[in-house]
């Protein structure tokens, strides 16, 4: 399964082709319905601008490293504001003894 949105390219005749040959579906989102995305939107966002743009990779091998090792920062070290200044793993174990 591929999730896009409803931008050109993701409707263009050579992308529906290309997902067609590698036995993937496409999925997209509704018309008109940015919240369907919010959330991945966002996490990406914050991925491309603390991972992707400030290093490079040799290998696919150190790309899925550094992209592991970021996950588990972001999750279980990075603060969000909108957690009361926790990372999303201090506030799930937060709201489970609440």
Partial sequence: MVHTD???RYRHR???A?????GLTQSRSRRATCLDNA???NFFSHLK???FHHNSFDTIEE????????IHWYN???????????????????TRTA
């Fill in 39 to 41: 959330i991945v939107e």
């Fill in 76 to 94: 279980t070290t990075r603060i969000s504001t909108t957690l009361g200044g926790l990372s999303p793993t201090e506030y799930r174990a937060q």
């Fill in 18 to 22: 290309l997902i067609e040959e590698a």
């Fill in 14 to 16: 050579s992308w529906r």
């Fill in 49 to 51: 601008g603390e991972l």
């Fill in 6 to 8: 409803q931008g050109f």
């Fill in 63 to 70: 790309f899925t490293a550094a992209l592991h090792d970021y």
